[in-house]
């Protein structure tokens, strides 16, 4: 039996005006998988996003989430999203890590009168999840681009997310830190179970992190394992989108 489908696109396209981004994507993003949707600056990454979380209407096609037609889905806490700028606190914003991810949680669930002890066992269950047990009490403003990353997949978590959708998750992360916040990421999807998806422009250093790679430039040109992506792109990395983009243009003939 294979696993069920998180995400599930079928023949989506979109335009804005009379610019076509996105044309005849089909992607189907089994439960438990982390995926890494990669594309230059342009390639349609963020529209896709936008159409996953509903905040574009479908123009062309259909997106199922958990099975369920997109216009029909209501279960949103399933979904965890971090944005491209979400990190964005400055050292004077005063809210502590722990208020920052109990924000996550009441916008789900709603606002609380006051919050139980097991609203706070979730926000350290997230914290601990994401290696930020410690930094509870911590101003977020004090905190490196990094770290403030992790608290803000915190934040996206708390909830009981099943689904975590990162739009270039390691834009704040110092280079020396991408590993172990990748390690973090895949400790999410391996012991928690999580299944991830991301958007990264950055082709060269994310497909030895993930299981699976999808690149996009307005089709998705390939799918597969990052093992069997790391081997069409041995010969580099620019000969595999000028490849790809071979393959668009025999597309269009
Ligand atoms: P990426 O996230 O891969 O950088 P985007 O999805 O943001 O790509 O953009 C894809 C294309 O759509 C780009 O050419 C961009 O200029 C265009 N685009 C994005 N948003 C809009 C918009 N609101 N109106 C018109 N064109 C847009």
């Given at each position: ?26 992607l189907?993003i ?22 996953i ?30 944005s491209?700028?979400a ?5 004077g ?12 949680l ?5 606002m609380?009168?006051f ?15 994401v ?14 681009g ?31 830190n991408?590993?172990t ?37 307005k ?6 394992e ?5 081997k ?22």
């Amino acid at each position: 039996m294979t696993a069920k489908s998180i995400i599930d696109i079928n023949q989506l396209s979109y335009r804005y005006e009379k610019d076509t981004v996105l044309e005849q994507i089909n992607l189907a993003i089994p439960e438990g998988s982390f995926l890494a949707i990669v594309g230059p600056n342009g390639s349609g990454k963020s529209t896709l996003l936008k159409l996953i979380l509903g905040l574009l209407k479908i123009q062309k096609g259909e997106i199922y989430l958990f099975g369920e037609e997109l216009s029909k889905f209501k279960d949103w806490q399933k979904i965890g999203y971090v944005s491209q700028k979400a990190n964005s606190f400055n050292t004077g914003f005063p809210a502590s890590v722990f208020e920052v991810v109990l924000s996550g949680l009441t916008k789900k669930v709603g606002m609380f009168k006051f919050f139980k002890k097991e609203h706070s066992q979730k926000v350290m269950d997230a914290l601990t999840a994401v290696g930020m047990e410690k930094f509870s009490n911590r101003n977020i403003g004090e905190l490196s681009g990094g770290q403030q990353q992790r608290v803000f997949i915190a934040r996206a978590l708390v909830s009981d997310s099943k689904l975590l959708i990162l739009d270039e998750p390691t834009v704040g992360v110092d280079a020396e830190n991408v590993g172990t916040f990748y390690q973090m990421l895949e400790d999410l999807n391996k012991k928690r179970g999580i299944t991830l998806l991301l958007v990264t422009h950055d082709i060269g250093t994310v497909s030895d992190k993930v299981t699976h790679v999808a690149c996009l430039n307005k089709h998705l040109f390939f799918h597969g394992e990052a093992q069997e992506f790391e081997k069409l792109t041995s010969e580099g990395i620019q000969d595999f989108y000028g490849h790809g983009i071979h393959l668009l243009s025999h597309h269009h003939h």
